[in-house]
């Protein structure tokens, strides 16, 4: 009886230990597979999310500018303060003057209006704005040949800034130097919007594309 006993439980116990031996060859390719998954994860996470942070530095403009207020204020929209001088060249971001008319004194309480007329219009300094979309010194733009020539619309170069009511962050590679806006906003490439990335690549393949030539070196790099 006792023996049987026995018997049967080292049978228990050999059929328990090998259900576990089993169990354990399972749950261990498990791991192996869940290895994988965090493993994967874990490197996607550090090429999309940690490395896009640490290859760029962020940088706030030093007076938030909202140009939906600004847009309804002035007469003539984006042109009365980007505008073409009698040369063809083009403005670009406005100089203090063209403020100065309206913030002699500040007009309302919005504490980034009195740091600007504090620190900018009282002391006679230009803004240093960060431009987003700066290119490096030897390539040559003309916004008059896209503007008035291509009849061209900002936002698809620049995307909706026109539209915005904050100065959006501006981010530097911290390899290069260059602003976010040219090397673009997906590390991968992918581009969803024009306004994307402007790269070598980009401006050739909408010249190919409009004109049917991707245009000489020497038409981009003086
Ligand atoms: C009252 C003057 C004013 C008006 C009007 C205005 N802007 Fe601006 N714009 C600025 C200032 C100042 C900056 C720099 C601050 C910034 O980038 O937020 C700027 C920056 C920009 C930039 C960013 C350029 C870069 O690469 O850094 C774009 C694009 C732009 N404006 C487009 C427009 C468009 C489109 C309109 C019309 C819908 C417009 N602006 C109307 C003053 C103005
Ligand atoms: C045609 C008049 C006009 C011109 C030109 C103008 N502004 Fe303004 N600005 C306004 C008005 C109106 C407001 C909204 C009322 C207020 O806060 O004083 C405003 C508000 C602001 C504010 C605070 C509001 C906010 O959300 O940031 C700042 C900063 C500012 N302007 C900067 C500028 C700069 C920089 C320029 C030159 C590139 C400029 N303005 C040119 C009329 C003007
Ligand atoms: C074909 C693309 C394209 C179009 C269209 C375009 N831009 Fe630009 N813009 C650029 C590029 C590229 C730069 C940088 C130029 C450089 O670094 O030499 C720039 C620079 C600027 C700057 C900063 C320039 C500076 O040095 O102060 C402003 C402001 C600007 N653009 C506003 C505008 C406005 C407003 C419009 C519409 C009237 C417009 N852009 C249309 C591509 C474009
Ligand atoms: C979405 C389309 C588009 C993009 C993006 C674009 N371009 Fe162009 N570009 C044109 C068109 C169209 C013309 C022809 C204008 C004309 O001569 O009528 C042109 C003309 C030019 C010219 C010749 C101007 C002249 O005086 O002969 C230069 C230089 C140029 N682009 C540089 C650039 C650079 C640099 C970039 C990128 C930063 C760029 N373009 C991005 C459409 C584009
Ligand atoms: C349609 C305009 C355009 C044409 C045509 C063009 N480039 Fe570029 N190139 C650019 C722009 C914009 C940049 C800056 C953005 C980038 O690095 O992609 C650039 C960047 C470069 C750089 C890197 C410079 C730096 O400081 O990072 C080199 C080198 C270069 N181009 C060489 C050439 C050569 C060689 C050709 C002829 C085969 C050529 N490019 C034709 C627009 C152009």
């Known amino acids: 009886m006792s023996t049987k006993e026995n018997a049967k439980d080292?049978?228990?116990?050999?059929?328990?230990?090998?259900?576990?031996?089993?169990?354990?060859?399972?749950?261990?390719?498990?791991?192996?597979?869940?290895?994988?998954?965090?493993?994967?994860?874990a490197s996607l996470v550090v090429g999309w999310i940690v490395f896009?942070?640490?290859?760029?530095?962020?940088?706030?403009?030093?007076?938030?500018?909202?140009?939906?207020?600004?847009?309804?204020?002035?007469?003539e929209g984006c042109e009365s303060c980007h505008f073409f001088r009698e040369d063809g060249t083009f403005s670009g971001i406005p100089?203090?003057?063209?403020?100065?008319?309206?913030?002699?004194?500040?007009?309302?309480?919005?504490?980034?209006?009195?740091?600007?007329v504090e620190e900018y219009v009282a002391k006679?300094?230009?803004?240093?704005?960060?431009?987003?979309?700066?290119?490096?010194?030897?390539?040559?733009?003309?916004?008059?040949?896209?503007?008035?020539?291509?009849?061209?619309?900002?936002?698809?170069?620049?995307?909706?800034?026109?539209?915005?009511?904050?100065?959006?962050?501006?981010?530097?590679?911290?390899?290069t130097g260059y602003s976010r806006d040219i090397w673009g906003k997906n590390i991968s490439g992918f581009k969803k919007n024009t306004y994307d990335r402007m790269k070598m690549d980009d401006c050739a393949q909408c010249h190919e594309k409009e004109t049917g030539d991707k245009g000489s070196c020497f038409q981009c790099h003086k």
């Open 95 to 116: 100089k203090l003057e063209q403020c100065t008319d309206c913030h002699e004194e500040a007009q309302g309480e919005d504490p980034n209006e009195i740091k600007f």
């Open 10 to 41: 080292e049978n228990t116990e050999n059929g328990s230990a090998d259900q576990d031996n089993k169990g354990r060859g399972d749950s261990s390719s498990g791991f192996i597979i869940l290895f994988f998954i965090v493993g994967l994860v």
């Open 124 to 175: 006679e300094k230009e803004v240093p704005w960060l431009i987003y979309s700066r290119q490096p010194d030897c390539v040559f733009f003309s916004h008059v040949a896209h503007v008035k020539m291509a009849k061209m619309d900002c936002a698809t170069c620049h995307g909706p800034v026109g539209e915005s009511e904050h100065s959006k962050v501006y981010e530097k590679n911290r390899v």
């Open 52 to 75: 896009p942070k640490l290859l760029y530095s962020r940088k706030k403009q030093p007076i938030d500018f909202n140009h939906v207020i600004h847009v309804e204020a002035v007469d």
